[in-house]
């Protein structure tokens, strides 16, 4: 198999990664200035006196479990937006290298990019083709100096899924050439596969996934990178040790748990008949253009007058998502699909 590892930072690949306290739940810590009792007022399943696992592995073994890869292909990271700002600092040297975004996509590629000092080269969505990924774009405006592209499929915040095989073509054209991040956020709300399966076959493609969004963990702020063994150590190098606070990997592992995942999958079942009936119904309000087709749990909508919706939503006690700032966007909102009654009183408001 081919390695991805000439396009990392050389400081990167020479790094010795810190070495955290020892971990074995079997022994009595007196290794690691913790305080020996647990706090009063600590309510926790597991107590807050102790650090918790250092690199996580357990729960690393879970999320693998859960997106069906090999136990050393995953790495739980604070949330997705954590692992694109790790992918971003290993891969490109500040005022030399760079990443590729289409646009409009979710921010955080450029932001995190921004804040290495990388440049960002865009190659837009294609808006007349329903938001089709530019592929023959991609490979041509992919210099040497573009170490990443971000892929984001289903998008945000147009809703769409890519073609898968676009997709593959440009992971397949750009293997040694540049790391293809495939972020699926979304892709619980999609009905289609998730490249996982095919990870071993692709050396230069890094998935990402989240709880944040179908499994209703937002708050507990965990993401997966899911790479070949190579990459995912090659991160794990740079991530703080104990990154992922004892709280959240409890609560990851009870979520998660085969009763949990049932019920997930319950809401999300609810979440997508919510979002054909909201569809429906705004395509007849007043005012509005056009709803973008989704495979995501929001919509995209383009209105005659956004700024006067989203003061009705607003004055009605509703936050939706202005996106006119965004790349062919100018007319539009973005919605999350909500319980029923939040989307009966969001169309109340826009009527
Ligand atoms: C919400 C979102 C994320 C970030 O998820 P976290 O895991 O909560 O950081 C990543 N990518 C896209 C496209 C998103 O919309």
């Given at each position: 198999m081919s390695s991805v590892l000439h396009l990392v930072r050389p400081d990167i690949v020479a790094l010795a990664a810190y070495q955290p306290?020892?971990?074995d739940p079997a022994l009595l810590r007196?290794?690691?200035n913790e305080m020996p009792l647990r706090a009063e007022a600590d309510v926790s399943d597991t107590a807050l006196?102790?650090?918790p696992e250092p690199y996580h592995e357990t729960l690393d073994r879970l999320l693998a479990d859960l997106y069906g890869v090999p136990a050393d292909c995953a790495l739980a990271t604070r949330g997705s937006d954590e692992a694109i700002d790790l992918l971003v600092r290993a891969f490109c040297r500040a005022g030399q290298d760079s990443?590729?975004?289409c646009p409009p996509t979710f921010a955080m590629y450029e932001t995190a990019a921004r804040i290495q000092g990388a440049a960002v080269v865009s190659v837009p969505l294609q808006h007349e083709r329903e938001w089709a990924l530019d592929a023959a774009g991609v490979l041509a405006q992919c210099r040497s100096d573009v170490k990443l592209v971000f892929l984001c499929t289903p998008n945000n915040p147009t809703g769409n899924l890519l073609d898968p095989d676009a997709v593959l073509q440009v992971a397949r054209s750009l293997t040694?050439?540049?790391v293809?991040?495939?972020d699926e956020a979304y892709l619980e709300f999609a009905g289609a596969p998730s490249l996982a399966t095919r990870l071993t076959d692709l050396p230069n493609v890094v998935l990402l996934r989240t709880c944040s969004k179908a499994y209703a963990l937002a708050g507990a702020r965990i993401g997966t990178l899911l790479a070949a063994p190579e990459i995912v150590d090659l991160v794990r190098k740079i991530l703080p040790p104990y990154a992922i606070a004892q709280p959240s990997i409890d609560a990851a592992f009870k979520v998660l748990a085969p009763a949990g995942l049932r019920a997930a999958h319950a809401r999300i079942d609810g979440v997508l008949a919510e979002r054909a009936r909201l569809a429906a119904a705004l395509e007849k309000a007043p005012g509005v253009l056009r709803v973008w087709p989704s495979a995501t749990n929001f919509l995209l909508v383009e209105l005659a007058d956004p700024a006067r919706a989203l003061q009705q939503a607003c004055a009605a006690?509703?936050?939706?998502?202005d996106v006119r700032s965004q790349h062919q966007l100018s007319r539009a909102l973005r919605i999350t699909v909500g319980t029923s009654?939040?989307?009966?009183?969001?169309?109340e408001a826009l009527s």
């Open positions: 306290a020892r971990w007196l290794h690691a006196n102790r650090y990443v590729l975004v040694e050439r540049a293809v991040v495939v006690g509703l936050l939706v998502r009654a939040q989307n009966d009183r969001l169309l």
